[in-house]
């Protein structure tokens, strides 16, 4: 097992590492004030793994509820969390009642709100089990629920006590989660890792076979950069931004594809490309460096050439993001692998050629 430590002051937590770490009781006893945890899953990750965390907690006294949700993106809103607080308050669980996230991000950003909220607040662990909550969702503290109007648009900062990544997990993962985890590992290393970026261009084959060594230091190494970008920038004000490597753009397909038929990950690897073409447009990144970004990307078997939806369409698509200041769209992109900026300092026409696909 390997830990590394997200330092937020009195708010650090440790991310443990490793194989086999979903039966030891012993890496979740130390943070339970109260010996009562509500542990929080859905569908399809219940039959798989409740067992396996449940029992040994209660071998050790813990007295155990159990919350199975219905699964998928279209149940991360108000309906399912009020299923939650139902569970949370017929069982009379207090403030020092632990919320236990089992499931991917979709349950991750569920029950850390669900904790967030219950009672002003209530101590939260997260067991993440797609490699995206791994490296991604479950380490950072943002939280949240979809609203009908928008994506992840209520939610909270708050971070858990403790993550708990077992890589034995990711056995079960279908082949296009696991790529679309893969995406958000690349990132790290195109925004601020080179190292990590070749190490991965190495060790992509092995990664994709799940080799326990190979995954585990992909998972730590992620989580690495993630927990220092986190404690440099916990609310997003700065550095914490170029996590969205790919997203802009990504999320432009996403919306016109509908939602669930391309997956975060594989539209964020697309979005990607595109980021890395606009790069190479303004001469920040060499034609090499472009293709070597399309093949780490093909290996991990992601989708690498974007729909063409007209440079309108995406530009309209665009202004929907976030990071849109004052109507101009601001940009992660690429000044070598390894170093990326956020920038509305881009030239817009290179951009239309870029979203017009323009060779
Ligand atoms: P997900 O939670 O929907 O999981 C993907 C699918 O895999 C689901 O059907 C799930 O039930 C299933 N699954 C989970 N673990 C499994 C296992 N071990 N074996 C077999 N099947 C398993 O999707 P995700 O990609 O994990 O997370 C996406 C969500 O995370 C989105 O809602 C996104 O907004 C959110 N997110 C949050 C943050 C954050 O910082 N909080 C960051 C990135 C993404
Ligand atoms: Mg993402």
Redesign the pocket.
């Known amino acids: 097992m390997q830990t590394l430590t997200v330092s937020l002051a009195d708010r650090s937590y440790p991310i443990h590492i490793g194989s086999g770490l979903l039966g030891q009781a012993e890496h979740i006893l130390p943070h339970l004030k109260r010996k009562q945890v509500a542990i929080v899953s859905?569908?399809?990750?219940a039959p798989?793994?409740m067992q396996t965390i449940a029992q040994p907690l209660r071998d050790a006294g813990v007295a155990v509820i159990e919350i199975v949700l219905p699964?998928?993106?279209a149940h991360?809103n108000h309906q399912t969390l009020q299923i939650i607080y139902d569970h949370l308050l017929q069982n009379r669980c207090e403030r020092n009642t632990t919320l236990i996230a089992l499931?991917?991000?979709?349950?991750?950003?569920l029950t850390?709100y669900a904790a967030a909220t219950y009672l002003r607040g209530v101590p939260f662990i997260q067991v993440?089990?797609?490699?995206?909550?791994q490296v991604?969702?479950?380490?950072?503290?943002?939280?949240?629920i979809?609203h009908p109007l928008g994506?992840?648009m209520i939610g909270a900062f708050y971070q858990p006590k403790l993550v708990l990544a077992d890589i034995d997990?990711?056995?079960?993962?279908?082949q296009r989660?696991l790529s679309?985890?893969v995406a958000?590992v690349v990132k790290y290393g195109l925004i601020r890792d080179a190292d990590f970026f070749d190490w991965l261009e190495t060790n992509m084959s092995a990664l994709m076979h799940l080799d326990a060594a190979v995954t585990s230091y992909a998972i730590y190494r992620s989580c690495e950069n993630k927990a220092e970008v986190v404690a440099a920038d916990e609310h997003e004000q700065g550095e914490r931004a170029l996590l969205n490597l790919g997203h802009t753009f990504g999320h432009a397909i996403e919306n016109a594809m509908g939602y669930g038929v391309w997956?975060?990950?594989e539209a964020v690897a697309t979005g990607t490309v595109m980021a890395a073409d606009l790069s190479q447009r303004m001469g920040w990144l060499n034609a090499a460096e472009v293709a070597r970004i399309k093949a780490i990307l093909q290996a991990a078997k992601l989708p690498i050439d974007a729909p063409d939806l007209g440079a309108d369409e995406y530009l309209r698509l665009m202004q929907l993001d976030k990071k849109v200041a004052d109507g101009r769209i601001r940009l992660i992109l690429q000044q070598s692998i390894g170093k990326a900026v956020i920038t509305a300092d881009y030239d817009a026409e290179k951009l239309r050629q870029t979203l017009s696909l323009a060779a």
Request: charged fraction near 20%; glycine fraction near 22%; hydrophobic fraction near 20%.
């Open positions: 859905n569908t399809t990750v798989l793994y699964d998928g993106e991360k499931g991917g991000g979709v349950i991750g950003d850390g993440p089990t797609t490699l995206l909550s991604d969702s479950s380490v950072g503290g943002k939280t949240g979809n994506k992840n997990t990711l056995t079960t993962l279908p989660e679309a985890g958000e997956l975060h990950g």
